[in-house]
RNA sequence: GCGCCUGUAGCUCAGCUGGAUAGAGCAACGGACUUCUAAUCCGUAGGCCACAGGUUCGAGUCCUGUCAGGCGCGCCA
C-alpha cells in the first residue's frame, strides 16, 4: 500500500469512524482526471447510512479533514472529496523510500507464513514446446512473483503431460523408423516430431499402428523393461528442451512432477473416492448432480484418466505444501473440467477445495493457419523467440551498433517483448498469433517500456551521485504526475494478485513509460541548474527503479542499453 | 439443445469492486533529432460502448432478453 493513500484513508477515517478503514480504502479511487486531484472518495453510496444528501455529506467531510502537509488542497465536487496532494512533500517522502527500497518497493506482508501453489506450462512430452504453451507459461510465471510480492512462498509446479498413449505412439514410431532421423534432427525433439508425424501419417491406412500403440502404452503401465526405457530417454530429450527454452525466457520451476509422478498415488485417491463411485457404460464414475456431468475416474478398461491424476495431484500438494491457494494456470476450454475436480474434492469433505482456483486464459488462434501436431504444422515457441532476438539484433546494428554485449540486449528484448505481447491485455483475451504484432517493437510493447528504462539509466550513467536533494523543486506538471503514478504502484501490484491479472501491471508500467518520456521530451535534466537536476535525477532514478520492479513481475529483464 | 467466455474507434485493446467530459497503441495524415538514447515525443482524424428493455441520484460497468463469434458438454489431455 502506498503512504499517501493510506493518510488518505486514515484521514478519512477520523472524520468518518462509521466506516471501517478497510470500507474505505476499497471505496477511494482516482479521479480521470488529474485536475480533480489524487485521490477521490464519492460519499453516494453513504447517503442511505446517514440520511442526508451526498453532496452535503462530502463537505462536512471536507470541513472535518485533519490538517496534514500532505494535502494540498481538499476540494468538494458533486459528492465527491477530492484530494490533492502536496506532490513536493510527496516526492520528499515517497522517492528516497522508492530508492532505498528498490524490488521490495511495493511489496506486501500480507502473505507472511502463506503458499501459493501455481500449476503453469505443463506441456505435453514427446510433442514440441510450441507457441501454444506460452500463454501459461508467461503468465504463471508472472503470477507467481506478483505472489511473492504480496510476501507469500510460490510453489512453481510444472505439470508436465509424461504419461498416455501418445507414448505408444513414439515408442511404436520409434522401433519401426527411429533409425532414420533427417540430418538435423537426430536425437532431438524434432526428430520425436517427426515420429509422431509419420506414425499418423501411416496410420491412416494402417489401423493396426493404433493398438500396436495402445498395447505399447500398455506394456509402459504394465513396467515392460523396453517400454520403460525408451520412455525415459524421450522424456529426457524433451525435458533438455524445455529446459532449454525455459532458460532463454528466464522461467523456473520448484517442482516438475508431471502427471507419471503421480501413478502410485493414484490408488489412494480412488480408495477415498470409492463411497461416491458408481458403475456406469462400464465405466467408474462420480456423479455431481443435475447442472454438471459426471467426472469420470476410471475408464470401462480400467486406466485412469487426466482428471483422477488432477484430483490426485491437488491431493498431494495439499498435503505436501499445506496452500493458501492452488492456482491453475490453464485454459479456459478446461473451465468445467476444473469446476468438475473442485466439486469432487468438496464431495471428499477437503474445505481447502475453496482454495483451488482455475486461473483461465483466452485461446492462441492463428488466424486461418490451421495448425495441427499431428500433421506437423507447429510453430515452435523455440523459433519464435529466436526470430524475435534475430530482429531485435538487426535494431541493435541500426539504432545502437556499439554497446557492448549485444546479444544478451538483443536476448533480453526479443524474449521480452514475446512475453509482453502476451501479458499485455486481460488474460481471458483470445490472442491472433501475428508475426507483426509480435515483432512490432514500437508504442504498447515490452521494447518500449525497456527502452525508457535504458534512457532513464543512461542519464544516471551520466551524473554523479545524488546524495542530498531538496524535492520539493519538483513543481512542473510532468513531474506531479509521475510522482502521483509512482505512488499508486503497491496498489496496482495488490490489484493484479487480487484479480491474478498480470496485465495490470503491464498497463501501469505503458502508462508511467509514457508519462517519463513525456517528461523527458519537456524538460531537460542534466543541464539544469544544479538543485534541480538533482532533485530530477532522484525522480528518474525512482522511475527507473520501479520499472525494473514491474518489468521483473513481468518476468521481463530490465537492459541498461538498448 | 444446454452451459461458460467474449462483443467499446478501420485493427488490437484499457476503462479498479456502478461514478465526474469514454482512453491508449497500431494503421493513415501533418510536425519535432547541431543538445540528456527518435525503439521517442507533439498534433489531426476516427465512437448509437452489439441491440432492446430494466434497476439506480448515476450504467460501457449490474439484471433480463435478443443477436453475433469462440469454447465446452463421460471413456483425449
Request: glycine letters at 6%; one cysteine or more.
Amino acid at each position: 500500500m502506498g503512504i499517501a493513500k493510506d493518510i488518505v484513508a486514515e484521514s478519512i477515517y477520523t472524520a468518518l469512524p462509521q466506516l471501517s478503514l478497510q470500507e474505505i480504502d476499497e471505496l477511494l479511487e482516482v479521479p480521470p482526471n488529474q485536475d480533480l486531484g489524487d485521490y477521490s472518495f464519492p460519499c453516494f453510496t453513504l447517503a442511505k447510512k446517514l440520511k442526508k444528501s451526498p453532496v452535503l455529506i462530502a463537505s462536512d467531510l471536507a470541513e472535518k479533514m485533519p490538517e496534514n502537509k500532505l494535502f494540498e488542497k481538499i476540494d468538494v465536487v458533486y459528492g465527491f472529496v477530492n484530494f490533492s496532494l502536496n506532490k513536493g512533500y510527496l516526492a520528499s517522502k515517497l522517492l528516497p523510500k522508492i530508492i532505498s527500497e528498490h524490488k521490495e518497493y511495493g511489496k506486501s506482508a500480507e502473505g507472511a507464513g502463506k503458499t501459493v501453489v501455481l500449476d503453469f506450462s505443463s506441456p505435453n512430452i514427446a510433442k514440441p514446446f510450441s507457441v501454444a504453451h506460452l500463454r501459461s507459461t508467461v503468465i504463471g510465471h508472472s503470477l507467481a512473483r506478483i505472489w511473492e510480492h504480496m510476501g507469500y512462498k510460490a510453489e512453481r509446479v510444472n505439470h508436465l503431460g509424461d504419461w498416455g498413449t501418445q507414448f505408444g505412439k513414439v515408442i511404436v514410431a520409434y522401433k519401426k523408423w527411429g533409425d532414420e532421423p533427417s540430418e538435423h534432427s537426430k536425437g532431438s525433439i524434432r526428430h520425436l516430431l517427426e515420429l509422431y508425424v509419420r506414425f499418423h501419417k501411416e496410420a491412416e491406412d494402417q489401423p493396426d499402428l493404433d493398438d500396436e500403440a495402445r498395447l505399447w502404452f500398455k506394456k509402459l503401465e504394465d513396467g515392460d523393461k523396453e517400454a520403460y526405457s525408451l520412455w525415459q530417454q524421450f522424456r529426457k530429450t524433451s525435458l533438455d528442451n524445455l529446459r532449454e527454452v525455459y532458460e532463454l525466457m528466464g522461467v523456473g520451476f520448484d517442482h516438475y512432477t508431471g502427471e507419471s509422478f503421480y501413478n502410485d498415488l493414484m490408488p489412494k485417491a480412488i480408495e477415498k473416492l470409492e463411497p461416491f463411485m458408481e458403475v456406469s457404460e462400464g465405466a467408474d464414475i462420480v456423479s455431481l448432480g443435475e447442472d454438471m456431468p459426471p467426472f469420470l475416474v476410471r475408464k470401462s478398461d480400467g486406466a485412469t484418466l487426466y482428471g483422477t491424476r488432477d484430483l490426485t495431484a491437488a491431493i498431494y500438494r495439499f498435503e505436501t505444501f499445506n496452500f493458501a491457494k492452488c492456482l491453475y494456470v490453464v485454459g479456459g476450454e478446461q473451465a468445467l473440467h476444473f469446476k468438475q475436480v473442485f466439486a469432487v474434492l468438496k464431495k471428499l469433505g477437503y474445505d481447502w477445495a475453496d482454495s483451488c482456483e482455475h486461473v483461465p486464459f483466452g485461446l492462441m488462434r492463428f488466424g486461418d493457419m490451421k495448425l495441427s501436431t499431428r500433421q506437423g504444422n507447429v510453430i515452435f515457441l523455440e523459433d519464435v523467440l529466436n526470430k524475435a532476438i534475430d530482429l531485435t539484433k538487426e535494431i541493435i546494428e541500426e539504432k545502437n551498433p556499439d554497446i557492448e554485449n549485444k546479444d544478451d540486449v538483443a536476448r533480453m528484448v526479443g524474449v521480452g517483448a514475446v512475453i509482453f505481447n502476451d501479458l499485455r491485455n486481460n488474460r481471458i483475451k483470445t490472442i491472433n498469433f501475428e508475426w507483426d504484432d509480435l515483432l512490432n517493437f514500437q508504442g504498447d510493447t515490452g521494447p518500449y517500456i525497456q527502452y525508457t528504462h535504458a534512457r532513464a539509466c543512461s542519464l544516471l550513467s551520466k551524473a554523479e551521485e545524488v546524495t542530498t536533494v531538496n524535492l520539493e523543486l519538483l513543481q512542473e506538471v510532468e513531474e506531479e504526475v509521475l510522482v502521483a503514478e509512482l505512488e499508486r504502484f503497491p496498489d496496482i501490484v495488490k490489484q493484479a494478485a487480487r484479480a491474478n491479472e498480470p496485465s495490470t501491471i503491464a498497463r501501469y508500467l505503458l502508462s508511467l513509460a509514457r508519462d517519463f518520456n513525456k517528461f523527458y521530451q519537456a524538460h531537460r535534466i542534466l543541464d539544469v541548474e544544479e538543485e534541480l537536476k538533482k532533485a530530477r535525477l532522484t525522480l528518474v532514478d525512482a522511475i527507473r527503479k520501479t520499472i525494473d520492479t514491474g518489468l521483473f513481475l513481468l518476468g521481463l529483464e530490465a537492459p541498461e542499453k538498448m
